[in-house]
């Protein structure tokens, strides 16, 4: 350990010097579709991720497909991702990544002001929204990164960074990147979150948003009646069996999150869309899912008058905990223990891009960011102390993979990219 031991104390040492950077970072607006804050929040990550001395690119991400509120298709332009290499020859290539984009904190959030007020230091923590996801986790990324090049242990290993704005929508844009990553780089660590006692993230369910867009007839609702189609009425039944199918499956999760639809009181209405999520815990759920949406847009298929049309799909496929993802996991709280940090998993219902790069066949920890909690909601905090807590575990972690001293792939394990 004492050969590590200068660099990691120098991360102990920046404990100040990252505060004052999540601190400013949490005040640049980031919200998925606000692709003016995530321009600013990109020239700041472009010239502190530079200085790291690997390869630049900033890539445009392609328009994200939508239905609007006619339920029509419909693009909404995205943010760009940024892209640093560096010894893309050297034996083991590791991918580091996380996204710099918020839930809330942009036009689709809560006001600027609101966003604004929210930010508060005290007693070493940081209150803000997109503070612990995943701001801290770029912190952390980048400080430990610092010190794994400034160790002499980086020769043989290249690294490959992505930061995407896309992230919180479910990396519609950079899912290619994504995958691309993952064809050639041996392990990927992502810089989540980690849970609020500080345990980290083993299995994850898979997740995917969906769109029902049920048309009818519109008519005159007391002269006509007869003539019209209720697609309010008609969705409400397409509700009701979402939720009893996600009941009756213990491994499924539904949301129906947002309806809309209807106008005038006096008129049958002809539209009616509803978004929801579903959430499965593993493949045979997903596909029982798939197959459930089948049957309902088949049903509908016979109905006199309607319409239904689905769009959506599993954007993160399910991430067991199994192979070079658990032996990865392992050799993280074995670092963990070195540090003095009793680090432990559990299984969870949120996705990340870990789901994805783990479908495209990459080992990956997802959870290496900060400590803090009520992500996704005004109320979000992050601990200070665990910038440079975490900063230090995933320093060592390279270090230990440079050196030699931790094999990868792991002995025994199936695969090594
Ligand atoms: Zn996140």
Known sequence: MHRYAPYLDSLSAQSAAMTDLVADWVKVR?????????????????????????????????????????????????????????????????FLGIHYDVVYGGP????????????????GVLHASGA????????????????????????????????????????????????????????GLLFEPCLP??????????SGNFTAVVRGRAAHAGRDPH??????????????ELDRFGRERPGLNVNVGRVEGGGALNRVPDLAIARFNLRAGGAADQAAAEDFLRGLAAGFASREGYSLELHGYFTSPPKPLEGGTLDLLKAVAECGGRLGMDLRWQASGGVSDGNKLAAAGLPNVDTLGARGDNIHSPKEWLALDSLPERARLTALLLMRLGSGELAWPAAGSGRGG
């Open 132 to 187: 612990a996801d995943a701001k801290g986790g770029l912190v952390i990324l980048l400080k430990a990164l610092e010190a794994f090049e400034a160790s002499p242990f980086s020769a043989g290993v290249g690294w490959e960074v992505l930061l995407n704005p896309d992230e919180e929508l479910g990396s519609p844009g950079s899912l290619p990147l994504l995958k691309e990553a993952a064809g050639r780089n041996h392990l």
């Open 227 to 240: 003539l019209g189609r209720n697609a309010i009425h008609a969705m409400a039944e397409l509700i009701v």
């Open 108 to 123: 689709a959030g809560v006001s600027d002001v609101a966003a604004d007020a929210a930010i508060r230091l005290e007693a």
């Open 30 to 94: 980031s919200g998925s579709y606000d692709t003016a804050g995530l321009a600013r929040m990109a020239a700041k990550l472009k010239t502190s991720f530079a200085a790291l001395g690997g390869t630049c690119e900033e890539l445009p991400l392609p328009p994200q497909a939508a239905i609007d509120p006619q339920g029509s298709s419909c693009f909404l332009p995205l943010g760009q991702a940024l892209r640093f290499r560096k010894r893309p020859d050297a034996p083991l290539q590791v």
């Open 197 to 206: 006692d500080g345990n980290l993230v083993g299995a994850r369910k898979g």
